[in-house]
């Protein structure tokens, strides 16, 4: 399960940083009894920068031993005081150790960019997962097309499909990250105003193949501005699927 993926340090837990952002309010009755009644314990085993913005985390505790995973599952993770939670998809699951990682973005504001910069080794988390968010047990990874972006390279570590169409606003980063996880894929650079989103397209477009299956993921008005050009291209539904992972001033999404 291992193979070729980014080793982790094994360390002490760190003393507090100047940098940590200050202690959260104790949660109220109710998330605290939702938390335990739904919510597994585990302690984060890795935190590594791969690139401005994105850090590849781990997390492992005996409640994740002997877990079911496939890749395109997500893993909820409480991130914020209440029942404040975001979902990332994790690259690979041990389930004799009970260890997962996931490479996680703080590339906005926010309680979930705000826990991925700020996550270090041995501090305790409560999470749930893992759960069904992508179904791709009949989607072969040799006939699978990915389009998404940052938030979509953990799927891509797990399914490693043939074909990876990104869009990125760092795309020199962002191409050397894969490469350690011997990974090749298409990088478009994002702009402001979505100017890039008929390059996007038309790169996605031009590898089709008639046996090819996509899936849509990251931004929800990118994955809506590609959907009627594939459907004009001729990719019936039963190849396409899509999963929004966010959509800016939302929360709440997979």
């Known amino acids: 399960m291992h193979e070729n993926l980014i080793a982790l340090p094994r360390t002490h837990p760190e003393a507090p940083r100047a940098d940590s952002p200050p202690a959260a309010a104790p949660d109220s009755a109710l998330p605290r009894l939702l938390t335990r009644l739904f919510f597994h314990s585990a302690v984060v085993t890795g935190h590594q920068a791969l690139a401005p913005g994105l850090y590849l985390i781990a997390v492992q505790g005996p409640a994740l031993r002997g877990r079911v995973w496939s890749p395109g599952d997500k893993l909820q993770i409480k991130v914020g005081p209440g ?31 705000e826990w991925v910069r700020h996550a270090r080794v041995g501090q305790a988390v409560a999470l749930m ?8 047990a009949a989607w072969p990874a040799a006939t699978g097309v990915l389009v998404g972006d940052e938030t979509s390279i953990s799927l891509a570590a797990a399914w490693r499909p043939a074909r ?19 990974l090749q894929a298409e ?42 050009g594939l459907r004009a291209h001729g990719v019936p539904r039963q190849r396409l699927l899509s999963k929004a992972y966010w959509a800016p001033g939302k929360t709440g999404l997979d």
């Open 83 to 113: 029942m404040t939670n975001r979902s990332y998809t994790p690259i690979d699951w041990n389930p004799q150790t009970g260890e997962t990682r996931f490479v996680a973005h703080a590339l906005a504001l926010g309680p979930g960019s």
């Open 187 to 228: 990088l478009v650079a994002r702009q402001s105003d979505d100017a890039h989103l008929p390059a996007l397209s038309a790169l996605v477009l031009a590898g089709a193949e008639a046996s090819s299956r996509y899936v849509l993921t990251g931004r929800a008005r990118t994955i809506q501005g590609l959907l009627p």
């Open 129 to 136: 997962g893992p759960r069904r968010s992508l179904d791709l």
């Open 164 to 182: 990876i169409v990104l869009e990125v606003d760092q795309p020199e980063h962002i191409h050397a990250l894969l490469q350690t996880r011997h």
